[in-house]
Antibody, heavy 118, light 109 residues
Framework: EVQLVESGGGLVKPGGSLRLSCAAS????????MNWVRQAPGKGLEWVSS????????YYADSVKGRFTISRDNAKNSLYLQMNSLRAEDTAVYYC???????????WGQGTLVTVSS | QSALTQPASVSGSPGQSITISCTGT?????????VSWYQQHPGKAPKLMIY???KRPSGVSNRFSGSKSGNTASLTISGLQAEDEADYYC?????????FGTGTKVTVL
């Protein structure tokens, strides 16, 4: 059974940093591209970043470019999102999602809440 | 990376069919056959319902179908059931990124 479990969310002050993790199991993690998608409270889904299976290709939404860094450790079956210079508008539930071959997200984690507030 | 446009809400009675539209541009919806649809119940993670415009993942009811014409994709739910009441989001590949729709709340009357 495919499982994605996010962790690392919490309350952080504006300008602060946070590192999210996503532990994957139930599939060959090193064979799949992975993504982060976020959802602000009461709002819609927003794609944040993607990383290819071997980390060769990395992309970011304009809203986080230069502040967020996606990475992965295939030996540990883990995906990460380093978030720096956080702003109030980064407050959201952050989901990790597996990319199912073509550009779509076939499995999602339960999400981790990041709150940016003073 | 502007969000794709969806109607804010769509409603229907049990057994009826409804269609949700998703309008983008030639740089996303119109440029690729990589439109997907997600169902999200309150407090839950999104669930993949349709991918590659019209393909259904294993386990998803055949009451859900997808299509695309030009820059607009559509999700049709036939034989509407109470459990279909949820938020629905379209998503399109846009080159080196993905873009989601604004979301549609489906209400079963």
């Amino acid at each position: 059974e495919v499982q994605l479990v996010e962790s690392g969310g919490g309350l952080v002050k504006p300008g602060g940093s946070l590192r999210l993790s996503c532990a994957a199991s139930g599939f060959t993690f090193s064979s799949y591209s992975m993504n982060w998608v976020r959802q602000a409270p009461g709002k819609g889904l927003e794609w944040v970043s993607s990383i290819s299976s071997s980390s060769s290709y990395i992309y970011y939404a304009d809203s986080v470019k230069g502040r967020f860094t996606i990475s992965r450790d295939n030996a540990k079956n883990s995906l990460y999102l380093q978030m720096n210079s956080l702003r109030a508008e980064d407050t959201a539930v952050y989901y990790c999602a597996r990319e199912g071959g073509d550009p779509f997200f076939d499995y999602w984690g339960q999400g981790t809440l990041v709150t940016v507030s003073s | 990376q502007s969000a794709l446009t969806q109607p804010a809400s769509v409603s229907g009675s049990p057994g009826q069919s409804i269609t949700i539209s998703c309008t983008g541009t030639s740089s996303d919806v119109g440029g690729y056959n990589y439109v997907s649809w997600y169902q999200q119940h309150p407090g839950k993670a999104p669930k993949l319902m349709i991918y590659d415009v019209s393909k259904r993942p294993s386990g998803v009811s055949n009451r859900f179908s997808g299509s695309k014409s030009g820059n607009t994709a559509s999700l049709t739910i036939s034989g509407l059931q109470a459990e279909d009441e949820a938020d629905y989001y379209c998503c399109s590949y846009a080159g080196s990124s993905s873009v989601f729709g604004t979301g549609t709340k489906v209400t079963v009357l």
